[in-house]
């Protein structure tokens, strides 16, 4: 689907899983995303400090917009026995100025609490995006980025079936790119 053949309205569905809500930002998620982004195990993969805080709005704003222009985007990654907002998880089309280009293939990205890691959180975000991507976008590649030394996430990626095809540079820094062929449905 095209972003032309998409309505220009578009808002972020709610997914559920067992213990998470993935749903559409809110302008109450830049505080806790604020505090997130400050701690170096959120960032460390991003960059050598923490966004200031006018970083984060714009991330936050470009998230929300970005279901609108593209009808696909980030959702808000909220605990459901907590209504706490732990994160992030969705799909990005950002014009990325890599080499080899990544196309026009959704990429998928996530970022959680680094204090909840190792309780399956991310498998969980990251399973219910994909399923939501395969009704949306189709049998299509989907591909993703990750810092080499991100283990985790590598590791995450390879569970849902991605590969490497490339390691190039972005904003400087080392970077891996992955794809996953599209699923049959």
């Known amino acids: 689907m095209t972003p032309a053949e998409l309505s220009s309205h578009t808002i972020a569905p ?3 899983t067992t213990r998470l ?3 559409g930002f809110r302008a109450a998620d830049f505080e806790p995303w604020f505090a997130l982004s400050r701690t170096p195990a959120y960032y460390r ?3 050598n400090e923490s966004m200031p805080a006018e970083e984060v709005w714009k991330l936050l704003l470009r998230s929300a917009g970005h279901w609108v222009i593209m009808g696909f985007g980030f959702w808000a990654v909220e605990e459901k026995a907590s209504g706490q907002f732990v994160g992030a998880v969705g799909f990005l089309h950002l014009l990325r100025a890599l080499e ?4 026009d293939a959704p990429e998928i990205g996530w970022v959680l609490d680094p204090a909840l890691h190792g309780r399956g959180y991310a498998s969980e975000a990251v399973e219910a995006a994909l399923a939501w991507g395969e009704n949306h976008f189709g049998p299509v590649r989907t591909v993703c ?4 030394d991100n283990e985790a996430s590598l590791r995450l990626a390879a569970k849902f079936g991605y ?3 490339a390691r190039t540079t972005y904003h ?4 891996v790119l992955l794809q996953r062929p599209g699923q049959p449905q």
């Open 21 to 23: 809500r993935l749903r």
């Open 163 to 165: 590969r490497e095809y």
């Open 14 to 16: 709610v997914l559920e």
């Open 100 to 103: 080899p280009p990544l196309g």
């Open 45 to 47: 993969y991003f960059g």
């Open 172 to 175: 400087d820094g080392p970077i």
């Open 145 to 148: 980025i990750i810092h080499p």
